[in-house]
């Protein structure tokens, strides 16, 4: 996709646009229409189509008795107060990630991705069967939201350089996109961290604001043109090893809801987090392609010793959360810790020697 094309269709409404968002949801014969704010571009691969296919889909499974109207970044309010504007009512529902709210809680941190973390279906096995999703109530709770898993990007990319690194000291003063937990693992290795919304990261790195971002994998960030400004592309990313994207709702008017409309939303957000990441495994290997072939994308991996001191670091941050007086924040890294000891027994005696062994055996 070509960068300007996609950023003219992801364009932010003027304000008099956004006003006329604001009106108090349609209700008519029974029929409600609830408002989604999302974090992501209009048409945006994987991400907003994602959140736009969920809608789409509560949509037709209630028949029209809920009908979800999906805005853009941008189009009600910027894409990094979609969250706020569920908990003070100008939206129903937001689409984002839940790291990008760590200044209300850093424990919500732990339902997008944590360094050196879960992968996919290691994160999915404990929200949905060992505890994580009760926890994550019980965080959400405070502001009267209710949080669902409503996508997934797999393991992400380490990261755009305009410079390659040879080692560790090529981080000191690195000034690095990079949001959540990650970003202060970053910080512990010498970069200087800041986050931002997809739409803003190019324009970053083109003014030279940034040396460095990451943003998801080679199907975002092919979209977003990363490879116009900076050829070193880096993996893995050992900060965000399974993403996750949630929909959020207002609680109190989710369980106003009927009984079947509560479940279409419950649901259709589960069939969203694995289609999501269907559509990631499908499409990234396609973007890299086109990355290097028609772009000249220099694929690198990570120095040893950047990756070694970014485990160091991710334990740090882990274990300084664990050590929070906050007992949600205690609680919610406990029950992570706990969880990822046990399901990584399965993944590294069973799933990854059975790559490995494919990767040096197989071929067709």
Do not use: C
Not at 236 to 254: C, I, N, Q, R
């Amino acid at each position: 996709m070509d960068r300007r094309s996609f950023i003219r269709k992801a364009g932010v409404m003027g304000a008099g646009a956004a006003a006329t968002t604001l009106a108090a949801p349609a209700v008519a014969q029974g029929n409600i229409t609830w408002r989604m704010v999302t974090t992501w571009p209009k048409n945006f691969p994987g991400l907003g189509v994602g959140a736009q296919r969920l809608a789409d889909r509560i949509t037709a499974a209630s028949g029209g008795r809920l009908t979800v109207q999906v805005f853009s970044a941008g189009e009600m309010v910027p894409p990094l107060q979609s969250l706020d504007a569920v908990i003070d009512g100008t939206a129903e529902m937001s689409h984002g990630a839940a790291y990008y709210w760590q200044n209300k809680s850093p424990a919500l941190s732990f339902f997008t991705g944590v360094p050196y973390g879960m992968t996919t279906p290691e994160l999915t096995a404990w929200v949905r069967y060992l505890g994580g999703q009760e926890i994550w109530d019980e965080i959400y709770d405070q502001f009267g939201v209710q949080g669902f898993l409503s996508g997934n990007t797999g393991t992400q990319t380490g990261g755009w350089f305009r410079e390659e690194l040879t080692g560790l000291d090529d981080i000191k003063g690195v000034r690095f996109r990079t949001p959540g937990l990650g970003g202060r693992v970053w910080e512990k290795l010498g970069a200087t961290v800041t986050n931002m919304a997809a739409g803003e990261i190019f324009q970053a790195l083109q003014s030279g604001t940034l040396d460095a971002a990451e943003f998801v994998g080679p199907y975002n960030d092919l979209a977003l043109g990363f490879h116009q400004v900076a050829k070193n592309y880096y993996m893995p990313s050992f900060v965000e090893s399974g993403l996750a994207t949630e929909l959020v709702v207002d609680k109190k008017k989710y369980q106003e809801l009927p009984d079947d409309l509560q479940a279409i939303i419950r649901d259709v957000s589960q069939a969203e987090y694995d289609q999501v990441a269907a559509d990631f495994v499908a499409n990234d290997p396609r973007a890299l392609k086109t990355l290097v072939e028609d772009h000249d994308v220099i694929v690198r991996n990570f120095p040893d010793d950047i990756m070694e001191a970014g485990a160091k670091a991710s334990v740090e941050v882990v274990e300084e959360l664990r050590a929070s007086d906050d007992p949600l924040v205690k609680k919610t890294t406990e029950s992570f810790i706990e969880a990822l000891n046990l399901v990584r027994e399965r993944t590294e005696k069973i799933d990854a020697p059975y790559v490995m062994a494919r990767e040096k055996y197989l071929r067709y």
